[in-house]
């Protein structure tokens, strides 16, 4: 599949996996500039040229509002090479592939992947795991049923390719990983099987606690 903005989760981690080491880098400066300019940027469209924002905010708005200018931002410092082969080292298969500079290409086990990393980030890495955190906290573009539980997720849109992602932080946590290539249309199936797939995970646990209860008893 088409990744579109679901790259946008394995800058984050790349930033933030950094930060562990040197956390001063999440303050550091860049300079938005012409070059960056991009459709699909609901903050920093707003911005002008010269404006300088911290790497911290631009993974916010990267991640919180899909903003493509910051994720450009973000790739440039991260370095496109460096970005492929964090990717490859952290089990992927596909990252970055082809003549595309910016997204490039998806599986399954790879989406499932950066949000089983992003779980044992936010888990494992106090505040900085808690800042992390806060960014997936968002409704931006959420296509899954969200009446029941926090949903930490990123969402990706490109043409045919409508993908959702996310940590459903149900009392037994889950991830859920549906991506598309039909259209705008898929954008309800998203929805509806989410919310299948919610009702599957609460027979499974419940049948699991009583069976677990019974032989503890």
């Not at 795991?129 to 969402?155: D, M, Q, T, V």
Request: some cysteine.
């Amino acid at each position: 599949y088409f990744v579109a903005s679901l790259i946008k989760t394995l800058s984050a981690l790349y930033i933030y996996e950094k930060a562990l080491v040197d956390e001063s880098i999440l303050d550091k400066k860049l300079i938005y500039t012409e070059n960056y300019l991009k459709h699909g940027a609901p903050i920093m469209s707003e911005k002008n040229f010269g404006d300088q924002f911290t790497i911290r905010e631009l993974v916010n708005y990267s991640i919180s509002v899909s903003d493509n200018i910051a994720y450009k931002m973000l790739l440039e410092y991260i370095g496109f090479n460096n970005l492929k082969s964090y990717g490859h080292s952290i089990g992927n298969k596909h990252t970055l592939e082809g003549d595309d500079r910016i997204n490039g290409n998806i599986n399954l086990n790879d989406a499932f992947n950066y949000m089983k990393r992003l779980y044992d980030y936010i888990n494992n890495n106090g505040e900085l795991g808690k800042e992390l955190r806060e960014y997936f906290k968002n409704n931006h573009a959420l296509y899954f049923e969200n009446n029941y539980n926090s949903i930490l997720h990123k969402s990706g849109d490109w043409k045919e390719a409508h993908h959702d992602t996310a940590i459903i932080e149900d009392e037994n946590p889950y991830i859920i990983v549906i991506l598309t290539n039909h259209g705008q249309e898929e954008k309800i199936s998203i929805k509806d099987i989410s919310s299948k797939i919610y009702s599957f995970h609460r027979l499974y646990t419940d049948n699991q606690k009583q069976v677990c209860d019974v032989y503890k008893n």
